[in-house]
């Protein structure tokens, strides 16, 4: 499984971005898909996941109110819509796939990963 990031990229506090992470290699529509993004020398930190079906997305505290997960299993691509950014989202966003049914907030659950995308938020 190939997982590819795109989308970051510098804006003001206030804009918006929106990643997708576009998946190869095997069933997409098998997999509980989540983006976390790490800032330098801190964990990597849990953002958002999104089940096959897209049912009940999940998100980590940061992305409650102002982040929305979706997928399109047709296109085998998932995206996060990321509104009133603020600075401290600053880092580098990962997207990452995995085959659990628990445990998406947990960064060992998921087995696939991409390169990452570069989130700046200027204040």
């Known amino acids: 499984v190939q997982l590819q990031a795109s989308g970051g990229g510098l804006v003001q506090a206030g804009g918006s971005l929106r990643l997708s992470c576009t998946v190869s290699g095997r069933t997409f529509s098998s997999y509980v898909m989540g983006w976390f993004r790490q800032a330098p020398g801190q964990e990597r930190e849990f953002v958002a996941a999104?089940?096959?079906?897209?049912?009940?997305?999940w998100y980590g505290d940061p992305a409650k109110g102002r982040f929305i997960i979706t997928r399109d299993n047709a296109k085998n691509t998932m995206y996060l819509q990321m509104n009133r950014l603020k600075s401290e989202d600053t880092g580098a966003y990962y997207c990452?796939?995995?085959?659990?049914?628990?445990?998406?907030?947990?960064?060992?659950?998921?087995?696939?990963w991409g390169q990452g995308t570069q989130v700046t938020v200027s204040s």
């Open positions: 999104i089940r096959w079906n897209s049912d009940s997305p």
């Open positions: 990452a796939a995995g085959l659990m049914d628990s445990g998406l907030q947990s960064v060992r659950n998921y087995a696939y």
